[in-house]
């Protein structure tokens, strides 16, 4: 089992930044491979990065290409989404989800069975 809870979101302008972070719980981090998705009010769910495991390679959606980037420490069993630049698009409540099962990315949320809770993250414009 996997808790996953998130942390960071808040009211920024646009422009400004913001670092989620995403505490995890469970024996199995080091090993999951991890992703970051969002929901906008009136929208599906989409994905917006994913980082592995084993050399911490990312990937990331256009939209965020250039302004999100994801890390992650495995001793504190912690993954961050630290976003730059933000656009009032970016509006959104945020999700980490852990994979415990196979190597490489992920970039699909049935592939994530341990979600958490969310963090809502809203830019002014």
């Known amino acids: 089992q996997v808790q996953l809870v998130e942390s960071g979101g808040g009211l920024v302008q646009a422009g400004g930044s913001l670092r989620l972070s995403c505490a995890a719980s469970?024996?199995?981090?080091?090993?999951?491979?991890m992703g970051w998705f969002r929901q906008a009010p009136g929208k599906e769910r989409e994905f917006v990065g994913t980082i592995s495991w084993r050399r911490a390679s990312t990937y990331y959606a256009d939209s965020v290409k250039g302004r999100f980037t994801i890390s992650r420490d495995n001793v504190k069993k912690t993954v961050y989404l630290q976003m730059n630049t933000l656009k009032p698009e970016d509006t959104a409540v945020y999700y980490c989800a852990a994979r415990v099962v196979g190597p490489g990315l992920g970039y699909m949320e049935e592939e994530y069975a341990y979600w958490g809770q969310g963090t809502q993250v809203t830019v002014s414009s």
């Open positions: 469970g024996r199995t981090f080091s090993t999951s491979t």
